[in-house]
């Protein structure tokens, strides 16, 4: 069964940092792009930052957390990260991370392989 579980997330001051983990399971992520994406209640999916197969080597983020957000992976872990930096109160939603073959895209529909989320919550 393939299977991705997203953890880390937590309640957090604004200005504070949390690194969401997604692990898979039944599949190597490695030959996959994979996505975060969050959703806030009532509000369509929000597209985060994708990073694209090795073999590509591209990561990108979305303009609301380019510069704040890195993405990364570990190989041996079978995981992928999100690092979160400078956490703001409208960050405050249920985090997903996803898997799909080939190359990233902003779309959620396109991603097969999806994680239960996390909740990160930034406020004073």
């Known amino acids: 069964q393939l299977q991705l579980v997203e953890s880390g997330g937590g309640d957090v001051q604004p200005g504070g940092s949390l690194t969401l983990s997604c692990v898979a399971s039944?599949?190597?992520?490695?030959?996959?792009?994979i996505g975060w994406f969050r959703q806030a209640p009532g509000k369509e999916r929000e597209w985060v930052a994708c990073t694209s197969t090795p073999r590509i080597g591209t990561t990108t983020y979305a303009d609301p957390v380019k510069g704040r957000f890195t993405v990364s992976r570990d190989n041996a872990k079978n995981t992928v990260y999100l690092q979160m930096n400078n956490l703001k109160p409208e960050d405050t939603v249920n985090y997903y991370c996803?898997?799909?073959?080939?190359?990233?895209?902003?779309?959620?529909?396109?991603?097969?392989?999806w994680g239960q989320g996390t909740q990160v919550t930034v406020s004073s």
């Open positions: 039944g599949f190597t992520l490695n030959p996959h792009s």
């Open positions: 996803a898997a799909k073959t080939k190359v990233c895209s902003p779309s959620p529909s396109v991603f097969g392989t």
